[in-house]
């Protein structure tokens, strides 16, 4: 079973920037999609972008551009690059991956954005 460990996150200000890593682990990793979501308290978990293994990519629609999903050259890590950063971007950060009719989830990576 893959495993997924997420790395990156922190407190922010407003208009900062974050790096999230999501290291997947487990014999001949493949994905079919692999996914950022994110849950503030009281709130549903939401999908933030999404990386198909073709290299198509999705995004929420609150994301508007700032943020970028991708893999970096090991092809065994993906990447949230988070710009201008807002208070409504505090929540978990949950790394999901999907392929060969399984998935699994991170165990999440607090992102706080405060002045």
């Known amino acids: 079973q893959v495993q997924l460990v997420e790395s990156g996150g922190g407190l922010v200000q407003p208009g900062g920037s974050l790096r999230l890593s999501c290291a997947a682990s487990?014999?001949?990793?493949?994905?079919?999609?692999m996914s950022w979501y994110r849950q503030s308290p009281g709130k549903e978990r939401e999908m933030v972008a999404t990386?198909?293994?073709?290299?198509?990519?999705y995004y929420g629609d609150f994301v508007k551009g700032r943020f970028t999903i991708s893999r970096d050259n090991t092809e065994s890590t993906v990447i949230l690059q988070m710009n201008n950063l807002q208070p409504e971007d505090t929540a978990v950060y949950y790394c999901?991956?999907?392929?060969?009719?399984?998935?699994?989830w991170g165990h999440g990576t607090q992102v706080t954005v405060s002045s």
């Open positions: 999901h991956y999907s392929g060969g009719g399984t998935g699994n």
């Open positions: 487990g014999s001949s990793f493949s994905f079919e999609f």
């Open positions: 990386l198909h293994s073709g290299g198509k990519t």
